[in-house]
């Protein structure tokens, strides 16, 4: 069988997205102050776009995820058959549907959450997992402590998160107990960045866990379906992930922990050709936690 032809173009994106967040970490952290004036247009032009450098990259991210889906004409994901991904376009604190803090996003995971289960015979499913990866890690947390509260658990069967973005304690990293947002910072993703995203989410003195799932407690997590918990190892969001999944072992949930080696944050989702093994390894675990349910 021939390879499939290479995409240059994502290849373009994904480097256009990752340039955008290195670019802002780097000229802040080489400018020398004198340079920083905010009088002077170009220095002041350039702190107004650094603004979007997150955004733009998780953006983009999300852009090359939802084409590689809708290219796939295989069954399933690849290689791991029989699968239905559902992607669930949801509002957020910035982009094409304007401006949507805190709860706009949950919400609609939560509304998607039960229509899939109102169509479950139609789109013949039998089990379903709420999945996502940073951004996506902290709804698919999110939408399954808020199924307890709404009493609808059984709307779910498993929670897959990967590298969640759950603690909002970007403020003063090294005030909180996460030391990986320290010994992270700034590879791919920098604490900076993340605060003002979580500013503009909830507030940056939030501990809601349905915006925050770090600040879960033991009666949020009791009777919660099994989980899996993807971190990267050289990611700033390592240790809340790590710690979430303490916490559901806690309070007696099922939950498995995977630290992926030498990765940097979404290293398995952002870097599928030049990772490949890694890439298919958690494809292959999503396939074989919804059989094992």
């Excluded at 029989?82 to 549907?97: K, M, W």
């Excluded at 949950?106 to 379903?128: F, H, M, P, R």
């Excluded at 605060?195 to 989410?201: H, K, L």
């Excluded at 944050?265 to 298919?280: D, K, N, R, V």
């Amino acid at each position: 069988m021939s390879a499939a032809p290479r995409l240059y173009f994502i290849d373009a994106l994904r480097a256009f997205a990752i340039l955008m967040m290195l670019q802002g970490h780097f000229i802040s952290g080489l400018l020398d102050p004198v340079f920083k004036d905010p009088d002077n247009p170009i220095y002041s032009f350039w702190l107004y776009c650094r603004g979007f450098t997150a955004p733009v990259f998780f953006t983009i991210t999300g852009w090359v995820f939802t084409f590689l889906l809708l290219r796939n004409t295989t069954e399933g994901w690849n290689n791991p058959k029989g699968l239905i991904v559902i992607g669930v376009e949801f509002r957020n604190i910035g982009g094409v549907q304007g401006n949507h803090p805190f709860p706009a996003g949950l919400n609609d995971c939560y509304a998607a959450l039960k229509w899939v289960n109102d169509q479950k015979e139609t789109l013949g499913i039998s089990k379903v997992i709420v999945s996502g990866e940073s951004g996506g890690g902290n709804l698919s947390l999110a939408t399954t402590l808020k199924a307890k509260k709404e009493n609808a658990l059984h709307l779910i069967d498993g929670v897959f998160a990967q590298c969640p973005y759950i603690s909002n304690q970007y403020a003063e990293p090294e005030k909180s107990n996460l030391p990986s947002l320290l010994e992270n910072d700034k590879y791919v993703i920098n604490v900076e960045a993340m605060n003002i995203m979580a500013s503009m989410y909830d507030g940056a003195s939030s501990d809601n866990p349905l915006a925050w799932p770090y600040y879960a407690n033991q009666e949020d997590l009791r009777g919660l379906p099994p989980h899996v918990v993807y971190v990267n190892e050289l990611d700033p969001l390592r240790d809340e992930g790590i710690a979430y999944h303490e916490k559901l072992n806690i309070a007696k949930v099922a939950s498995d922990l995977v630290t992926l080696k030498g990765t940097v944050h979404a290293a398995e989702g952002l870097f599928p050709t030049q990772l490949p093994e890694i890439h298919q390894q958690v494809q292959n675990h999503i396939k074989d936690f919804a059989e094992s349910l």
